[in-house]
């Protein structure tokens, strides 16, 4: 898609109390939220591009814009082999970015208990081509948001676990797919989706064959250049974030790294198993082990996963 006004500023809205506004008003308990910005005539202001990362100013009001403006020079690294890996490109600020397969215009949720399984440091956030007053992106936002709930009672498990050690990328993965199917196994759901939603702002969910996982950590390393971002520099990041502390180490690259992948999956549950063939479901965490210097950060991830059992009146 081609966005309007190539080459403007754009800024990321927190659309995270709207939607948590209209699962309320729905009285939606438990299930799985679809949101999505449709390819419209106003796509010149909302770009349909959106997803869940930490709501920082910072990272989103300077670092990203700046490496998408960069993208406009290099589209993407040079390296034999990634070919493969790369979906269709969009476009995002006039910038073509890749995107592994990825729809960067929804993201899916998970309710329960009538709120959001976000993590503590994560918004739901939408790209805006230009500068526009909060009153403005509300007015737009309204008609263009487009919802699908798919409610019911699901089997929610909350898995936790620690990543293997780095590669030469800094990339730690983790294979989740036998765990996965034991989860399924365990619910008795002969039909049905497993809905997974990453919890952390650094981290990213795929679906690959395990042979593409180096691949895909080496793509991003060059992806995501070595820069002087302002995310990076903590004393000017607690002028504007009280919650950032002493000893938080430089990862404005882990974040950008995780925007080109998911961070949500939805898997076919079928004869209770997962439909997955050859595939592998793999964590990449590219933060690395959790740093002696940063007491206050477990060790563990944390995804949230939810069987839903197929229905076949669902209602958007």
């Given amino acids: 898609m081609q966005v309007n006004h190539e080459g403007k500023p754009f800024q990321f809205y927190n659309i995270t109390p709207r939607i948590q506004s209209r699962i309320q008003a729905e009285g939606m308990r438990e ?24 709501d920082e100013p910072l990272l989103m009001k300077k670092d990203i814009p700046e490496h998408f403006a960069q993208c406009q020079e290099q589209r993407a690294p040079q390296a034999t082999g ?16 890749p995107t592994f397969r990825r729809t960067p215009q929804e993201v899916n949720l998970l309710v329960s208990k009538g ?15 230009g500068e526009w007053s909060t009153a403005a992106i509300e007015s737009m936002l309204g008609p263009l948001l487009q919802y699908q709930r798919f409610p019911g009672v699901g089997h929610f498990h909350e898995l936790q676990f620690e990543t293997d050690k780095p590669d030469t990328t800094g990339t730690c993965v983790k294979d989740l797919t036998e765990h996965l199917y034991s989860i399924v196994k365990e619910s008795g759901v002969e039909e049905g989706t497993l809905v997974l939603q990453d919890k ?4 990213a969910l795929h679906t690959c064959v395990w042979s593409e996982v180096a691949l895909i950590a080496a793509y991003l390393h060059a992806a995501v250049p070595k820069g002087a971002y302002a995310h990076d520099d903590i004393k000017l990041r607690q002028q ?34 997962l439909l997955l063939n050859a595939l592998r479901v793999v964590y990449f965490d590219f933060d690395g082990p959790v740093n002696p210097s940063r007491p206050h950060k477990s060790p563990c991830r944390t995804v949230q996963s939810c069987i839903l059992p197929m229905q076949r009146d669902y209602h958007g």
């Fill in 115 to 129: 709120t959001m399984t976000l993590g503590t440091y994560q918004s739901v956030l939408v790209a805006v081509n």
């Fill in 240 to 273: 504007t974030d009280p919650k950032c502390p002493e000893g938080e180490p430089p990862n404005a690259r882990s974040h950008m790294k995780s925007m080109r992948l998911p961070n949500d999956l939805l898997i076919p549950v079928v004869g209770n198993e």
């Fill in 200 to 203: 952390h702002t650094t981290t």
């Fill in 31 to 54: 299930g799985h939220l679809r949101v999505s910005v449709p390819t419209t005539e106003r796509s010149d202001a909302i770009m349909p591009f959106l997803f869940v990362n930490e």
């Fill in 82 to 97: 990634l070919e493969p890996l790369l979906g269709s490109p969009y476009c995002l600020g006039g910038f073509t970015v």
